[in-house]
C-alpha cells in the first residue's frame, strides 16, 4: 500500500468510532445529503454505497438491497451492529467487486479521498450495467478555505490532504472511463439550520441560477456509455380525437424499423368518425399488427396511459396524430434510443424553420419559455418540452409508474407526467430535432390560453415539487 493510501486509512480507522458524533455535530448537512439522495433513489433498489462509512446513508434510501463497502474495519463493525438487514463489506473502494446487478451506487464525500479516481471508474467500467445509474456527492472546490477554517475551530473533523477536483475535472475522468454526466444538482449555501433564515437561504436562494454556483455539494449523476447491437420491438401509440383524415396516413407512412412494430390506436370522444376510421384501416392492411382502442377517461395523458399499459413491445412511442410530427421522422427516435444516445427521447420543433401555419407566434413564444425553464427545473437541456413525440423503453416507463405517487396524477396532456417521471429517475434526456410540418386535416385542439395557464401551474408544480423541495 501506498504511503499516502496508508495515512488515509489511518485516519478513517481512527476517526469511525468518533463518526456518530461528528454527524450529529453536523446534522443539517448530513440530513440535506440523505435527502438528496432518497430523492433521486427510488425506495427498493438495489444500492451499492462505496465507501459507506458507517451505514446511515445507505440505509436512509430505504434499498430492497442495500451493500455497503469501506475500507476500515471499525466502520464496518459498526455499519454491521447499526443496520443488520443491510450487507456491508470491508473492502477498497478500488477493488471490490459486487454479485449482483446493481440500480445505482452512491460516491459519497470519497471523490476526495481516493488514492486514482481515474482507476476507481475504471474498476466500476467492470460490473455497472447499461442501466445503472452512479450518483457523486462532492464539496464545491470554491468552499476550500472556509472547510479548511472550519477543522481549525472545530467545526469540522480534520482530515488529511484532499483530492479538490471540479466538475470539469470530474467530467473529464468520466469521458475517459466511458461514462457520461445526466446532469448536475447544487445545494445548500449555508450548512446550518436557522428557522426562516433557511427557507429564503437554502430552499430558495440556493436553488437560484447563478447563485446556486456557490453550494456547498453538488449531486452528480452519472450513467455508463453502452451501445448494444441488437434491435428492439416497437409499440406505437397514436392517441386520436377528430383525426380522421390522418389515420391511413398514420400508417403508410411509417417506416418499418425495430425487430416488431406494434400500433396502438387510441381513439378520445372524437365526433367526426375517427374511431370508425380506425376500425377501417385496421381491416385494409390486415398485415399491420394494429390495436384499436375508446380510452374510458378524457384528455390525451390518460389516452396514452391506457395504451402504454395495453402495450407489448420493448420499446414505447408516441406519435401525435396530427402528423405534425412526420412519421417519416419515427427511426430517427428508434436510433437513439437503441444506440443509448440518451433513455429518454424527446422530439424538438424548434430548430428547423417551420411551415408557415405549423406554430402560431404566441404558442412558439410559449415553447420557447418552458423549454428554458424545464431546462432549469429538471437540470436537463430542453428546447421542446411540447412536443408529442416521446420515446422510451418499457422497462423504465414502469419505473415512472412505481414512482408517480411522488407527483400524483396532475397532467392532462401526458407529456409533462413522463418529462418528470424520467427527470426524477435520472433518465438521460436526448432530443431528436425535427422538421413541424402544417397538419394536412382539422384544427390545432390546443387553447393557447386555457392550456396556458395549465402549463404554468405545472411549472410551479414541477419547481416546488423538484427545485426547491
Not at 36 to 61: A, K, M, R, W, Y
Not at 121 to 149: A, D, G, M
Not at 269 to 293: A, F, N
Not at 301 to 324: P, Q
Request: with cysteine; hydrophobic share 40%; proline share 5%.
Amino acid at each position: 500500500m501506498e504511503k499516502g493510501q496508508q495515512i488515509l486509512l489511518d485516519y478513517f480507522e481512527s476517526i469511525a468510532p468518533k463518526r456518530d458524533k461528528w454527524k450529529r455535530r453536523n446534522r443539517f448537512y448530513q440530513k440535506t445529503i440523505e435527502k438528496q439522495f432518497s430523492f433521486i433513489i427510488p425506495e427498493g433498489s438495489t444500492v451499492l454505497e462505496l465507501g459507506c462509512s458507517t451505514g446511515d446513508l445507505l440505509n436512509s434510501v430505504i434499498p430492497g438491497k442495500g451493500i455497503g463497502v469501506d475500507f476500515s474495519p471499525t466502520a464496518i463493525n459498526i455499519a454491521k451492529q447499526k443496520y443488520p438487514h443491510l450487507e456491508f463489506y470491508l473492502a477498497d473502494a478500488h477493488d471490490f467487486t459486487p454479485n449482483v446487478a446493481i440500480d445505482y451506487i452512491i460516491v459519497s464525500d470519497l471523490i476526495t479521498s481516493l488514492w486514482d479516481v481515474q482507476a476507481f471508474f475504471r474498476r466500476l467500467r467492470t460490473y455497472v450495467t447499461p442501466r445503472t445509474k452512479i450518483i457523486i456527492s462532492s464539496y464545491n472546490h470554491l468552499w476550500e478555505p472556509f472547510l479548511k477554517l472550519g477543522e481549525a475551530i472545530g467545526l469540522k473533523a480534520k482530515q488529511p490532504l484532499q483530492n479538490w477536483l471540479s466538475t470539469k475535472d470530474i467530467e473529464n475522468v468520466l469521458h475517459l472511463e466511458n461514462f457520461e454526466i445526466i446532469k448536475v444538482e447544487r445545494k445548500l449555501l449555508f450548512p446550518k439550520y436557522i428557522p426562516v433564515f433557511n427557507l429564503i437561504v437554502n430552499t430558495f436562494l440556493a436553488n437560484l441560477p447563478l447563485i446556486n454556483g456557490l453550494d456547498l455539494i453538488k449531486f452528480i449523476s452519472v450513467r455508463p456509455v453502452y451501445s448494444e447491437p441488437k434491435e428492439f420491438s416497437v409499440t406505437i401509440v397514436v392517441p386520436a380525437r377528430n383525426e380522421m383524415g390522418n389515420m391511413e396516413n398514420a400508417i403508410k407512412r411509417t417506416p418499418k424499423f425495430g425487430s416488431h412494430q406494434e400500433f396502438i390506436f387510441i381513439e378520445g370522444h372524437s365526433s367526426d368518425g375517427t374511431y370508425e376510421e380506425m376500425l377501417r384501416v385496421q381491416k385494409v392492411y390486415p398485415e399491420v399488427d394494429m390495436k384499436v382502442m375508446r380510452q374510458t377517461g378524457k384528455g390525451k395523458g390518460n389516452a396514452v396511459r391506457e395504451a402504454f399499459d395495453a402495450a407489448t413491445c420493448d420499446i414505447l412511442m408516441i406519435l401525435d396524430a396530427d402528423l405534425t410530427t412526420p412519421p417519416e421522422d419515427m427511426p430517427k427516435f428508434y436510433d437513439a434510443l437503441r444506440d443509448n444516445k440518451g433513455e429518454f427521447i424527446n422530439g424538438c420543433r424548434l430548430v428547423y424553420p417551420m411551415d408557415k401555419e405549423a406554430m402560431r407566434f404566441l404558442n412558439f413564444l410559449a415553447n420557447k419559455f418552458f423549454g428554458w425553464f424545464f431546462s432549469y427545473v429538471l437540470g436537463q437541456q430542453l428546447k421542446d418540452t411540447l412536443c408529442g413525440t416521446k420515446v422510451l423503453f418499457r422497462n423504465d416507463y414502469e419505473k415512472i409508474i412505481a414512482n408517480r405517487k411522488y407527483f400524483g396524477d396532475f397532467d392532462p396532456f401526458g407529456d409533462f407526467d413522463l418529462l418528470f417521471g424520467a427527470a426524477k429517475l435520472n433518465l438521460k434526456i436526448t432530443e431528436v430535432i425535427v422538421r413541424y410540418r402544417d397538419r394536412e386535416y382539422g384544427s390545432t385542439q390546443i387553447s393557447r390560453f386555457s392550456h396556458g395557464w395549465l402549463l404554468i401551474k405545472m411549472s410551479i408544480f414541477a419547481a416546488r415539487k423538484i427545485k426547491f423541495k
